[in-house]
């Protein structure tokens, strides 16, 4: 049975589409305007995807399985049928070279004469190629958050020699303890509050190992997605032997309980530690060991990113991009009961989105009204290790950088009914959001941050790995607001039945999702690529954000 948007929202979207906006662009944009036909978001073939992609035959398409063989031979059919082309020299998959890192599940841990339990206190893993690790009497050194930051005249490294240590974390960083105070970004957190960084830091301070404290509101998920996501095989990009040799030889997580007691076998009060740690750099030795002993497995092979193109009819060599990454977890083994980690939300539904977006510019360029410029489409891979793949293709791009022009990045679209705002996560980067909040006008839609900025979500998907080398990129969709009464029971309902379920084997596909929400946020991002694509204009970055100095707002 096929199922589309209902009439008045098609009539809507079609006014958006229509409406020109009222910054001012140039004529040819109008044009194009006015001359954009209706379009129709499918959602009976927007679930098939969303139910087929995160479905058992597809093992939670973990990178360099069999799951991804069928999900890179989903994407490309679908692809083809539209009638985009392959992006790589006329194929559709870019080669991502990846090493898989897994550590035994036997592991022998032993911190301030403590013996921690794997998973139960702590997750350990190793990115070296060694056969395992064997480190014995590694002195254990708090570094309070783990920052270098001159910026914000912060050293937690501060006069001392990490070589042969190992450092003890915190996870985000002072700005979530003390909002208030005006260190760092506030709640909202920086890249410094990152695990990614924190390691990265450690290992350039020549560090032996990085183990972070879990502490679940400022790290913004529970224990079991350490768990989850830090178990089993690691995904990583194939590294050169310099970078190699620099990383720590042990990395991952540690309980806060299991800290407590760790800092308490020092004399010390963990809790009073972190007080301090919030208020000015602070490192300090525990005056206590590590003995860590675990196997560890490395193999390597490619995965791959699909991408796809459709040329534009004026200015082929510029490109609008989509992401979403087509990976999850995969499957656990060790589990008892349901092994499977579909991803129905995170992220088959992103992907869903991308495809359906894709269907719809196809059938614009089909009825004589392509774009300007190309719109390109990457479904990447590893984001859930790492933003691998849109890592490797900012670092490899198939299109130049300089000619990339924006980037829309879905992941984990809106299950939860229509809402009267939008959410914008990092609200206030750059000129890129103009575009969205004018498709929200004709929706009577408001824009606004997300409401926990101290989760890091502008760092966390693969949007990021774009902006990091200037690409004004937004990460956006859903809301707080839903739109009436019975939208908003069914939100608390279906809340409840996710709950937990972020990185998960309850993150499956159901029947009873409504969809109406995304399908409207899928709008607004067509809406808004559209305009952009039948333009010449290109976005850049306001003062005082990150990327500033890489691609400037032009308005400055």
């Known amino acids: ?40 978001f499918n959602e009976a073939r927007f679930r098939e995807d969303i139910k087929i992609l995160s479905s058992d035959k597809f093992e939670g398409r973990a990178p360099t399985t069999q799951g991804e063989k069928l999900t890179l031979d989903y994407l490309t059919s679908a692809f083809k049928e539209m009638g985009l082309q392959g992006a790589n020299k006329g194929d559709f998959l870019q080669a991502v ?36 690790v064997n480190i014995k009497h590694a002195p254990l050194v708090f570094v309070g958050y783990g ?53 990265k830091e450690a290992s350039d301070r020549g560090a032996l190992g990085a183990i972070i404290i879990h502490d679940t509101a400022p ?3 529970p224990w079991s997605v350490v768990e989850n996501s830090w178990t089993g095989a690691q995904q990583d990009l194939v590294q050169s032997k310099e970078e190699q040799a620099k990383r720590v030889q042990v990395e991952g997580w540690i309980t806060l309980d299991a800290a407590t007691e ?60 989509f992401s979403a990454h087509w990976d999850h977890i995969g499957v656990d083994t060790n589990k008892d009961g349901d092994q499977i980690y579909n991803g129905a939300l995170d992220n088959a539904s992103g992907t869903a989105g991308i495809l359906e977006i894709a269907r719809q510019f196809a059938q614009q360029a089909r009825d004589g009204q392509a774009s300007e410029r190309s719109i390109t489409f990457i479904a990447t ?54 575009y969205l909040i ?38 956006a969709g859903g809301g707080s607001q839903p739109v009436d009464e019975a939208t908003s029971q069914y939100k608390d309902k279906m809340k409840q039945m996710m709950k937990g379920c972020y990185h998960n084997t309850c993150d499956e596909y ?18 808004a690529a559209h305009s952009l694509a039948n333009s010449d204009d290109w976005p850049g970055y306001y003062q005082g954000t990150e990327f500033h100095s890489l691609r400037a707002a032009k308005s400055e």
């Open 381 to 434: 891979t590893g984001e859930e290790q790492g933003l691998l793949g849109s890592r490797y293709y900012a670092a490899n791009p198939l299109y130049p950088i300089d000619k990339s022009v924006a980037v829309f990045n879905l992941d984990s679209t809106n299950i939860y009914g229509r809402t009267s705002d939008y959410t914008i996560v990092g609200k206030g980067k750059s000129e890129l959001e103009e």
């Open 147 to 199: 920052i270098s930051a001159p910026e914000y005249d912060w050293n937690d490294y501060q006069d001392i020699d990490m070589t042969g240590k190992i450092a003890v974390v915190l996870v985000n960083d002072p700005g979530f303890a003390k909002p208030a105070s005006g260190l760092f970004n506030g709640k909202a957190m920086t890249y410094y509050g990152r695990w990614d960084y924190k390691f």
């Open 219 to 221: 790290a913004s998920y």
């Open 1 to 40: 049975m096929r199922s589309l948007l209902s009439v008045s929202t098609i009539a809507l979207l079609s006014a958006c589409s229509q409406q020109a906006p009222e910054t001012s662009h140039n004529q040819s944009q109008t044009q194009s305007q006015q001359t954009h036909t209706q379009v129709e």
């Open 510 to 527: 159901r029947e009873d999702w409504d969809l109406s929400g995304a399908l409207e946020d899928i709008s607004i991002y067509y809406n």
């Open 262 to 321: 760790l800092f308490a076998k020092s004399g010390q009060s963990l809790p009073k530690l972190m007080k301090q740690a919030a208020n000015g750099p602070l490192n300090l030795p525990l005056e206590q060991q590590a003995d860590i002993q675990f196997a560890n497995q490395a193999e390597y092979a490619n995965s791959y990113n699909v991408v796809a193109t459709l040329p534009g009819k004026k200015v082929p060599d510029e490109h609008i991009l």
């Open 438 to 475: 004018e498709a929200l006008e004709p929706l009577q839609r408001t824009a606004r941050a997300e409401k926990h900025p101290e989760s890091g979500g502008f760092f966390r998907s693969d949007h990021f790995s774009f902006a990091q080398k200037g690409i004004p990129a937004v990460f």
């Open 97 to 132: 070279p990846m090493v898989s890192y897994t550590a035994a599940e036997d592991q022998s841990i032993n911190l301030a004469g403590n013996k921690l339990t794997h998973r139960k206190d702590v997750v350990l893993g190793s990115r070296h190629d060694n056969g395992g």
